[in-house]
């Protein structure tokens, strides 16, 4: 039988990975394509919650053009933590020990 060995994270990767899973509205699918459990993502949330301002304040009505606005400015977060998390991850297997790539 294998040992599992734990992998462990630095804080800047989990606030990357709630603040993508919180844009894209999906614990499920953010983990599943960063390679981490939705219950590992799901504790991460909530140890940052009580960091995170808690602006909740019901929504007014808002013109379809403010709407779409905020639907543009919630993709482009997307993108843009995508993007982190990606740089981070080729910074991580470009100094890794030749595990992951022929080196």
Request: aromatic share 6%; net charge positive; hydrophobic share 30%.
């Amino acid at each position: 039988m294998m040992k599992k060995t734990r992998r462990h994270y630095d804080e800047e990767f989990k606030k990357l990975a709630v603040d993508l899973a919180m844009v894209k509205g999906s614990l499920t699918s953010t983990a599943n394509e960063l390679g981490i459990t939705p219950d590992i993502l799901a504790r991460w949330r909530r140890e940052r919650l009580p960091q995170q301002d808690k602006n909740s304040s019901s929504r007014q009505q808002l013109s379809q053009e403010q709407q779409e606005i905020i639907r543009l400015k919630r993709e482009l977060k997307e993108a843009q933590l995508e993007r982190d998390i990606l740089k981070k991850a080729v910074g991580i297997f470009s100094k890794s020990d030749g595990k992951y790539f022929d080196s």
